[in-house]
């Protein structure tokens, strides 16, 4: 397949892998954080861990939409159908994500609520013109590579008076959490979370371009290099970050210039800018509170948010007890650091965030990478359990 | 036809509906057996008018399997629910070694379903029979009210028998086996999703539906010590690997640049984000055979036309963890897993 097949190419592999491993020095390790869960799916699926040598180590990072967003916010989505009687439209990676009190939104959905599963925003527009009896709310998550759909899916319900369609609005925005985390004191100050470097967002860069991230190289003396989602990507972006470390260097550098630019989508950017504003913070899970790291709807299209139209009220709810999700989206922790993993916590059984989205770390270790457990402890014994 | 005369009028299997009458037992229901079912099926087993078939077997172990059908959308490219759901049931008692002998149907339909489409799904089981050689000899129909069902569900089942000294089962692959597979992955999966109401696109993909146990047949023929043999419909590949691996305690090793994957299988597949190895098939089967007898049953396989694209894809391994591993082409290697929910696109 055009295009794909390139960027997948074993022979090229061989030979990358061979100069990452002359290049890497074997006096130092390498702890690169890819950003984003397309990046350790890519890194999980065709084994790239395989053809690092030993010092070369991947972070998982926060970098999954569904794993970030908080349980309140997912009570709060169920809350809409239930209570409001909306039909809440959402993308199916979301359904099975627990809420409070081991609800989620499709053990709600089985106890009557209305609540569809839709692959894009449009879908959820089209629902509310053929139901114009019923409130139809679409949940939005996502960082920047989702946020100009909402917009034009503002623009358009509009432009076509509808007056039953709002979204719930859960955008969030990558440059804030990168220096969040950097700056957190785990990095920071005690050091007891090791991160070199960054594997920068793909889909992401290709919206707000590379240049947002480099105040917090300069900052923080980190690389940053923008990688595709394919296996080839990562490997040469990993080079970059290498190379960058080996010259004492912390730049922003783009390795998927075959789609991003330094300015990004500039009409895509502006399309944002007009419906959607910043918040001054926002929970995530793993991280807290932080500070201008998400989009609300601007008070000049406030009919079509949702959070204005049913008065929703900002819910703060813990985790679930030894659930490690928060330590893994900060790079932390490794799924396999926590005691729920594959023993109560699989993919069927869902405890924490990470382990429902294809894109979460704890979803792509268990799926791809059960074998491997036997170098990492205790957790081939439960993967043995499970088989059982 | 005699039957005929038994109502005032036909049934109006142009414009018509299913009703509720339909479903009552009374006289609609006989008509629309008659003049919809047994018309198309007909057989004289069926048209004896008993409740259930009665029929001369010949030695052996008798095999039976049933199946529900409850796809949408109804007619796809390549095929309907009709003949998908005497092809499954074929190949679910193929899968065990047998010749499959007859067939039994039942159908569930909607209130409101057009008479037409019914005409259509029954002619198309008919067609699909008749090629196979194996008839539909009982059925049941029952109607339920208009949102209470999805069109029609049709629940097939059959019986067939096991020629001596064959034991075929998923639980008989032993360490050293080869896997093998008849033909290229996903095409029925991806067929049904691109006439998917909330994601149509275009493809040339046709499902790939198709009765397995002519080319079982010639395959037991020529190498009557097979182990195991099942097609992987729901959840593919993938998931299919995982049972036979737990049912026979073993371990699999694949090799990714072995299975075929049409190109436009692929780009939908990508386009989606999703595996092509958990994507339904409905024409193919995997055969784990000792490896000495490997390439004579891969060039059996390959000389009949529903295997001619048939290959190794793989080895059984002594594993108690019962994992399926694949190297990939990339030249890594990946654990294949057991499907869990659904498949879904990534968001970012």
């Known amino acids: ?388 | 036809m005699t039957l005929m005369s038994r109502f005032s009028s036909r049934l109006d299997v142009t414009s018509g509906t299913i009703d509720m009458t339909h479903g009552s037992g009374g006289r609609a229901t006989a008509q629309l057996v008659s003049e919809v079912f047994a018309r198309h099926f007909d057989n004289p087993i069926l048209a004896a008018g008993n409740d259930g078939a009665a029929f001369d077997v010949p030695a052996g172990r008798l095999v039976m399997s049933t199946d529900g059908h409850v796809i949408s959308p109804l007619f796809f490219p390549g095929g309907n629910i009709g003949c998908l759901a005497v092809h499954g049931t074929i190949n679910d008692v193929a899968m065990l070694g047998a010749r499959p002998l007859h067939l039994a149907a039942g159908f569930i339909i909607e209130e409101g379903f057009p008479l037409a489409d019914l005409d259509k799904i029954a002619a198309s089981m008919a067609a699909a029979a008749q090629e196979a050689g194996v008839p539909i000899v009982t059925g049941d129909t029952k109607v339920v009210e208009k949102g209470k069902g999805d069109g029609v569900f049709i629940t097939t089942s059959g019986v067939g028998i096991v020629p001596p000294g064959i034991d075929i089962s998923g639980a008989n692959a032993q360490p050293g086996d080869k896997i093998i597979l008849s033909g290229s992955i996903g095409d029925h999966g991806i067929a049904i999703l691109s006439k998917r109401a909330n994601l149509e696109f275009d493809t040339e993909i046709k499902s790939d539906t198709a009765a397995l146990h002519e080319l079982v047949a010639h395959m037991i023929a020529q190498v009557p010590q097979i182990h195991c043999l099942r097609d992987p419909t729901r959840g593919g590949l993938g998931t299919t690997l995982n049972e036979l691996a737990q049912q026979s305690r073993v371990g699999m090793r694949l090799r990714e640049a072995a299975i075929a994957i049409k190109n436009d299988v692929r780009a939908a597949c990508e386009l989606l984000g999703l595996d092509p190895l958990y994507i339904a098939n409905e024409g193919k089967l995997i055969a784990i055979c000792p490896a000495e007898h490997a390439d004579r049953l891969l060039a059996a396989m390959r000389a009949h036309p529903l295997g001619r694209e048939a290959e190794i894809i793989g080895d059984v391994v002594a594993d108690s963890n019962a994992f399926v591993q694949m190297e990939t082409h990339f030249g890594g290697n990946r654990i294949i897993d057991w499907l869990s929910g659904e498949q879904l696109p990534r968001i970012c």
């Open chain 1, 1 to 388: 397949m055009k295009y794909v097949d390139e960027y997948r190419d074993g022979g090229l592999a061989r030979k990358l892998a061979a100069t990452i491993s002359r290049e890497a020095n074997t006096g130092r390790t390498y702890n690169i954080m890819e950003f984003c869960g397309g990046h350790t799916h890519a890194i999980f699926r065709y084994g790239v861990q395989d053809l690092m040598p030993e010092n070369v180590r991947f972070v998982h990072g926060p970098g999954c939409p569904v794993c970030v967003l908080p349980i309140g916010r997912i009570d709060n989505a169920i809350e809409l159908a239930e209570k409001h009687g909306a039909i809440v439209c959402s993308y199916g990676d979301m359904m099975r994500v627990p809420a409070s009190e081991r609800r989620s939104l499709i053990k709600a959905k089985a106890e009557g609520a209305d609540i569809r599963m839709v692959y894009s925003i449009r879908d959820a527009l089209k629902i509310a013109r053929e139901t114009p009896d019923r409130e139809v709310v679409f949940f939005a998550i996502g960082f920047e590579t989702t946020t100009p759909p909402t917009a034009v899916a503002i623009k358009e319900a509009r432009a076509a008076r509808l007056k039953n369609f709002s979204i719930f609005c859960n955008h969030v925005l990558t440059p804030a959490a990168v220096a969040h985390i950097l700056s957190s004191p785990e990095v920071k100050d005690h050091r007891t979370v090791a991160i070199d470097g960054f594997l920068g967002p793909s889909h992401v860069s290709s919206v707000i371009g590379s240049r947002p991230y480099e105040a917090a190289a300069r900052d923080f003396q980190r690389p940053v290099v923008i990688a595709g989602f394919e296996p080839l990507d990562v490997m040469q972006a990993t080079l970059m970050v290498i190379r960058q470390l080996n010259e004492g260097r912390y730049e922003v550098e783009n390795e998927y210039f075959r789609v991003v630019t330094r300015d990004g989508n500039r009409k895509a950017q502006a399309l944002v800018a007009e419906v959607l504003e910043l918040r001054e913070t926002f929970e995530w899970r793993g991280l807290g509170e932080v500070p201008l790291s998400a989009l609300r709807i601007r008070d000049a299209y406030a009919e079509f948010d949702a959070e204005e139209r049913f008065s929703i009220a900002t819910r703060k709810v813990k985790d679930a007890k030894s659930c490690e999700c928060p330590s893994i989206l900060r790079g932390a922790k490794r799924p396999t650091d926590c005691k729920l993993f594959g023993r109560t916590c699989t993919p069927e059984n869902p405890i924490g965030s990470c382990m429902v989205s294809s894109e979460g770390a704890c979803a792509a270790y268990w799926t791809y990478g059960r074998f491997r457990f036997g170098t990492e402890g205790r957790a081939l014994d439960r993967a043995k359990e499970a088989v059982q």
